[in-house]
C-alpha cells in the first residue's frame, strides 16, 4: 500500500527553528508537496521538490531524499503565525496525490 | 489568489436527505478535485475530473456522486447523507499546462454535518 508518515504534533519555541519530517512509501514519484493549514482554513502551497536537495524560500525550506523517501519542512524564525498544521502529499506514478496525516506545529512565546 | 468558491460553506442536515455542494471556479482550469478531511487521516480523494462530462472515481467514491457539466462548476452529490458522511470537504483546482509545479488551489471547504 501506500503511505506517508508525519509525526503528529510538534511544539517549537518563537524565534527557534523547527524541522518537520515526512516519510513516504509510494508507487512511484513524481514530486512531494508541502502544504500549510490553519486552523478552520484551506490548505495554502508552501513548496514542491522533484529532485534531491534543498529548496529555499524565505523562511521555509524543503528537503528531499528520493532514495531514502525522505523530506522535511524547515521553519527558521518561528513566528506565532506559523502555528499551523503542515501536510506533506507525494505524486504517485499516476499523478494521484497521496497524503500523509498533517504535522500540527504548536509555537510557544 | 486562486478564484475558486464553494457553497454552501456550512449544513447541517438528516440522514437520508440528499446533499449537493458546489464548487465554482474562475480560472479556466481543467482538473477539478472533491477532497474529505476528518481528524487523524490526510485528505482522501472523493472523486476528480479532468474536463466537462470526464470524471472518475477517487480513493473514498462510495456514496457520493459527481457532475461537471460546465469547466467551471464541479457539483459533489450524497445521494442519502450518513453520519459518516459528516466532514469537511475540499474542492481543488489544478492547472496542469504552463510553467507551474502543478500544485493544487483549494476552495475555502463545506463544513456538513449529519445528524
Known amino acids: 500500500g501506500q503511505n506517508i508518515d508525519q509525526p503528529t504534533e510538534m511544539t517549537a519555541t518563537e524565534g527557534a527553528i523547527v524541522q518537520i519530517n515526512c516519510t513516504y512509501q509510494t508507487s512511484g514519484f513524481n514530486g512531494l508537496f508541502w502544504y500549510q493549514q490553519h486552523a478552520g482554513e484551506a490548505p495554502t502551497f508552501l513548496s514542491y521538490n522533484v529532485l534531491d536537495g534543498l529548496e529555499e524560500k524565505g523562511r521555509f525550506s524543503s528537503f528531499l531524499s528520493r532514495s531514502k523517501g525522505y523530506s522535511y519542512l524547515l521553519l527558521k524564525e518561528l513566528q506565532m503565525k506559523d502555528s499551523a498544521s503542515y501536510l506533506c502529499?507525494?505524486?504517485?506514478?499516476?499523478?494521484?496525490?497521496?497524503w500523509g496525516a498533517g504535522t500540527k506545529l504548536i509555537i510557544k512565546p | 489568489d486562486a478564484g475558486i468558491t464553494q457553497s454552501p460553506r456550512h449544513k447541517v442536515t438528516e440522514t437520508g436527505t440528499p446533499v449537493t455542494l458546489r464548487c465554482h471556479q474562475t480560472e479556466n482550469h481543467r482538473y477539478m478535485y472533491w477532497y474529505r478531511q476528518d481528524p487523524g487521516h490526510g485528505l482522501r480523494l472523493i472523486h476528480y475530473?479532468?474536463?466537462?462530462?470526464?470524471?472518475d472515481k477517487g480513493e473514498v467514491s462510495d456514496g457520493y456522486s459527481v457532475s461537471r457539466s460546465k469547466t467551471e462548476d464541479f457539483l459533489l452529490t450524497l445521494e442519502s447523507a450518513t453520519s459518516s458522511q459528516t466532514s469537511v470537504y475540499f474542492c481543488?483546482?489544478?492547472?496542469?499546462?504552463?510553467?507551474?509545479?502543478?500544485?493544487?488551489?483549494f476552495g475555502e471547504g463545506s463544513r456538513l454535518t449529519v445528524l
Open positions: 475530473s479532468y474536463g466537462v462530462k470526464d470524471t
Open positions: 502529499a507525494v505524486w504517485d506514478s499516476n499523478y494521484q496525490l497521496i
Open positions: 481543488a483546482i489544478r492547472d496542469p499546462s504552463g510553467g507551474d509545479t502543478g500544485e493544487l488551489f
